[in-house]
């Protein structure tokens, strides 16, 4: 998803949020956490976050061409 963001931004929607990773222990350290809570002023870097595929259809059809073109060793 990252590498088609780069190639096809316009398929995504964005907004910039603070994230933070959680380096404590437990099922969800290393997990990146990002606050969509607008009442917080100060929340940490704010990052790009993908939000939403505005046009799923036009994403699953450039996957699903890039994967075939893999399969046939192109």
């Known amino acids: ?3 088609l963001y780069l190639l096809y931004p316009d398929l995504f929607a964005t907004a910039q949020l603070p994230v933070t990773v959680d380096c404590g222990e437990g099922l969800t350290r290393g997990m990146t956490l990002a606050d969509r809570r ?3 002023e100060d929340g940490g870097p704010r990052v ?3 939000t939403d595929v505005k046009e799923p ?3 699953q059809e450039i996957l699903l061409d890039a994967m075939a073109r893999l399969d046939q060793g192109a």
Request: aromatic content about 16%; glycine content about 0%; proline content about 0%.
């Open 48 to 50: 790009t976050v993908l």
């Open 38 to 40: 607008s009442f917080l």
């Open 57 to 59: 259809q036009r994403y």
């Open 1 to 3: 998803t990252t590498l």
